[in-house]
C-alpha cells in the first residue's frame, strides 16, 4: 500500500494529502484519486510542493532545489567531514509518486521514494529514500546518521546485513537557504515490523517475505518448516530476534547505544532477507567520556535491551499492540515489580486461567519457560541484572532444537519452578501428578541458590501465591462436603521489619465464597468470606536432615519418600554432579528455620452468615478442611528450604511442603 506525501498546488488542486504524527498516518489516498505526476526530481521539487496537514502544526516549507550541480556544498556541511557519503545532485534522482507506508516519518520529516537515475552512479537504478528534515532536531538527526556511519564502516558486511544503509545527502545551496536537510538512505521494503505485525495474515506473509526454506531456518537452529501456529511463529520469532540482537552487538561493540529502538525503526528486507535496524539518528557514543566511565556504558546499553524486550514481547503476544494493554503493561514495570512475575501479571490481564488457548503465552512456556526467563532478563528492573546481547543469543529460547545449549543453574531453577506451576494448573492430581510435583520440589530444595537466611532478608517481602501443597490438596475433592465452600486465592504476605533484627509479619489472607442452598447455582456465585492470620516469625540459622527414619512404615512407599529417592538418583547422575558445589550429596542442607510467636486470627463473612452462627462455624470447618493447616496455624511453618525472584518453598511440621508464587498487583 502507498501513501501519496506532497504534491504541486498546479498539478493537484485541492487534492488533500496525509501527514505522519507519531509514525501513524492520519489518511489514506488511492492511487487512482490522484493525478499523474511529473517524474523529474528538479521539476517537482521547484514548483515548492505544499503539504496540508490535519495535525494543529506549522506547514513544511517547501522542497525545492536549484539546478545547479557545480555547486559544492557549503561551509557547514564541509565542517561536519561528510565525505565518507555520496553527494547527490536535485537531478540524480526520479521521484516517485507515492510513499509506502512503513516510511512513515515524524512531523519534521518529508518523506519520498526515488530511484537514482544517475548512470555514472554506483546506485544506478536503486530505490532510494529522501528524507527530507526541517526543524534543527531533525537536521541533527540526519547529520548524527551519516557521521555514525564513519565509525561503523570499518566492517562494512554487518552494517550492510543488518543496518539501514545511509548512502548520502542531497547537495544543494536551496536546501540551506530554507534550512532544512534531506537525508538519502536505503528502502527496505514497504513495511515497518509494526506494520507487519497489524496485518490479520502476517506469519503467512512474513514467512514468505523471510522465503523461509530448510536452509534458511537452520540459521536459527532448526530443521524444519510448516507446523502448527506456534512452532511456525516461534521460529519467524527466533530469525527477527537474533537478527537484531547480531546488528545491536555490532553497535555496542563500537561504542554506540541505538536508544531509539521501536517496531516502527525495524524492518525486514525481501532482498537478503535480514531485520534491518533503523537509521542511527540519536546513536549515542558511550566512549566519549573515555572507556573508564563504566556507568554511563552500561546504562545505555541496559537501554537498548529494554527496548528489545518490548520488541520481543509485542512479536509473541500481539494483544500488546493494542495501546491499552500495552500502557497496563509498562505501568506494571514501571511500578517496580519484578519481571519475572509477568506471567501471572499477562494471564490475569488476558484474562487466562492458563495458556491454553493463547499461541504466545504457549510460545513463552515451552522449553520450560525459557521465554518468560529470557524476557524476564530483557526488563530487569535493574539495569546491571539486564542480559547482554552475546547472552541472549546463546540463551535457549532463541536456539533452535538442532543446537546443543549448555543451560546455567538459573535457567534449570526456572526450569524446574516452571514446570511445577504447570503441572498444577492441569489441575490433575493423581498419583503420578503428584509424585512428579513433590520430585521437582526436592529437586528445587537441593539447587537453593541461597544458602544463608541473610540472602533471604530482601527476597521474603511480599505478597506470595499459594499454588500447591504436598500434604493436602486445595479445594472441593470427590467427597459429600457439609457445607459448600469453594476457596479463592490464598495469600501469604510477609513484610519486612521497621527496625534491623526484628521479626518478620506473616499474614495469611484465605478468599472464599460460601454456596447456600441444596442446589449448586449455576455460576457459582455465593456469600462472601474471608480469613485472616497473622504471626511475626524469626528468621534463624537451620538444617534439613536426610536420615532413613524419615523413609515411610508399610508396603507402599509415600509420596515424599519417593520423591526424596528419585530427587538423590538424579542429582547423583553425571550431568547434575556438575551443577553441585559437592561433590557428594549431604546428609543435610542448609535452610532458613522460621520460629513464630502468638497467632491472631480473624474472621470476616457477609449477610446472612453473620446470623447464623452454626452455618458460619461449619463454613469454617470446610475452608479449614480444604486449605492446607499450615496456611490456618501459622506455627506449624517450621522453616523455608527455597527462594528466589518468583518462587518459595517451606516445609510444615509434618514434612508436607507449600509451594508459593510471588504474586502481582494490576491496579
Not at 279 to 286: E, V
Not at 622 to 642: A, G, H, N, W
Request: hydrophobic residues 40%.
Amino acid at each position: 500500500m502507498a501513501l501519496f506525501r506532497g504534491h504541486s498546488a498546479a498539478l493537484i488542486g485541492t487534492v488533500e494529502v496525509t501527514c505522519y504524527h507519531n509514525n501513524l498516518p492520519t489518511t489514506l489516498i488511492k492511487p487512482s484519486c490522484l493525478p499523474q505526476m511529473r517524474t523529474t526530481f528538479d521539476s517537482f521539487w521547484r514548483r515548492r510542493s505544499q503539504i496540508k496537514c490535519s495535525l494543529s502544526r506549522e506547514a513544511l516549507p517547501p522542497l525545492e532545489f536549484e539546478e545547479d550541480a557545480s555547486v559544492s556544498t557549503s561551509d557547514s556541511l564541509e565542517g561536519e567531514e561528510f565525505s565518507h557519503v555520496m553527494k547527490f545532485k536535485s537531478s540524480d534522482f526520479k521521484i516517485s509518486d507515492r510513499v509506502s507506508i512503513g516510511l512513515g516519518g515524524r512531523g519534521d520529516e518529508a518523506v519520498f521514494e526515488a530511484i537514482i537515475k544517475d548512470a555514472d552512479s554506483p546506485l544506478h537504478n536503486t530505490r532510494v529514500v529522501l528524507r527530507r528534515l526541517t526543524s534543527a532536531q531533525a537536521q541533527r538527526r540526519g547529520k548524527r546518521a551519516i557521521q555514525v556511519l564513519k565509525k561503523l564502516a570499518r566492517r562494512k558486511l554487518m552494517y550492510h546485513s543488518y543496518s539501514m544503509q545511509v548512502h548520502g545527502y542531497v547537495c544543494s545551496p536551496a536546501m540551506e537557504h530554507e534550512g532544512s536537510f534531506t537525508l538519502v538512505h536505503g528502502y527496505h521494503g514497504s513495511f515497518s515490523l509494526r506494520h507487519w505485525l497489524r496485518q490479520t495474515d502476517w506469519l503467512p506473509t512474513l514467512e514468505a517475505t523471510l522465503a523461509l526454506d530448510e536452509e534458511s531456518v537452520r540459521r536459527v537452529g532448526d530443521d524444519t518448516v510448516g507446523g502448527p501456529a506456534v512452532s511456525r511463529q516461534l521460529r519467524v520469532t527466533r530469525i527477527v530476534m537474533r537478527d537484531l540482537l547480531i546488528g545491536v552487538n555490532y553497535l555496542h561493540s563500537h561504542g554506540l547505544a541505538h536508544t531509539e529502538l521501536r517496531l516502527e525503526n525495524v524492518h525486514i528486507s525481501p532482498v537478503d532477507r535480514h531485520i534491518k535496524v533503523g537509521i542511527f539518528g540519536n546513536a549515542a557514543d558511550f566512549l566519549e567520556d573515555g572507556p573508564n566511565n563504566m556507568d554511563r556504558q552500561q546504562m545505555m546499553i541496559a537501554f537498548d535491551m529494554r527496548c528489545l524486550g518490548f520488541i520481543m514481547v509485542k512479536m509473541v503476544l500481539r494483544e500488546l499492540m493494542d495501546p491499552i494493554i500495552f500502557t497496563k503493561f509498562k505501568a506494571f514495570l514501571n511500578k517496580g515489580n519484578d519481571p519475572s512475575c509477568l506471567r501471572e501479571f499477562l494471564l490475569r490481564t488476558l484474562n487466562k486461567n492458563s495458556s491454553h488457548g493463547n499461541v504466545g503465552l504457549q510460545m513463552l512456556d515451552r522449553n520450560w519457560g525459557a521465554g518468560w526467563h529470557l524476557l524476564s532478563l530483557l526488563l530487569a528492573a535493574k539495569p546491571l541484572d539486564r542480559i547482554r546481547c552475546l547472552d541472549a543469543l546463546r540463551h535457549p529460547f532463541l536456539c533452535g532444537p538442532r543446537w546443543r545449549v549448555n543451560p546455567s543453574m538459573d535457567i534449570i531453577r526456572w526450569s524446574l519452578g516452571s514446570t511445577a506451576v504447570r503441572i498444577t494448573e492441569e489441575y490433575i492430581y493423581g498419583q503420578q501428578q503428584r509424585i512428579r510435583l513433590a520430585h521437582f520440589l526436592e529437586l528445587m530444595e537441593m539447587l537453593n541458590p541461597y544458602s544463608k537466611p541473610k540472602n533471604w532478608l530482601g527476597l521474603l517481602p511480599g505478597r506470595w501465591r499459594l499454588v500447591y501443597c504436598t500434604g493436602r490438596h486445595i479445594g472441593l475433592t470427590t467427597r459429600q462436603p457439609p457445607s459448600r465452600v469453594l476457596i479463592g486465592n490464598v495469600h501469604l504476605t510477609i513484610t519486612e521489619p521497621s527496625k534491623p533484627k526484628s521479626a518478620f509479619s506473616f499474614t495469611s489472607d484465605i478468599g472464599f465464597q460460601v454456596l447456600v442452598g441444596k442446589e449448586w447455582p449455576h455460576n457459582k456465585v455465593g456469600i462472601d468470606g474471608k480469613l485472616k492470620v497473622t504471626s511475626a516469625f524469626r528468621l534463624t540459622t537451620g538444617e534439613r536432615l536426610y536420615t532413613k527414619e524419615e523413609k515411610g512404615t508399610g508396603n507402599l512407599p509415600s509420596v515424599a519418600t519417593n520423591a526424596q529417592d528419585s530427587a538423590i538418583k538424579k542429582l547423583s547422575g553425571k550431568k547434575w554432579r556438575k551443577a553441585l558445589r559437592h561433590r557428594e550429596l549431604p546428609s543435610s542442607l542448609p535452610v532458613a528455620k522460621l520460629v513464630s510467636s502468638e497467632i491472631d486470627v480473624t474472621l470476616a463473612l457477609n449477610e446472612p452468615l453473620t446470623k447464623d452462627i452454626d452455618s458460619a462455624q461449619v463454613a469454617i470447618n470446610e475452608v479449614r478442611m480444604q486449605i492446607p493447616p499450615e496456611m490456618f496455624d501459622l506455627s506449624k511453618i517450621i522453616c523455608s528450604t527455597y527462594i528466589d525472584s518468583r518462587m518459595l518453598v517451606v516445609r510444615g511440621v509434618n514434612g508436607s511442603a507449600l509451594l508459593f508464587t510471588r504474586a502481582c498487583s494490576i491496579e
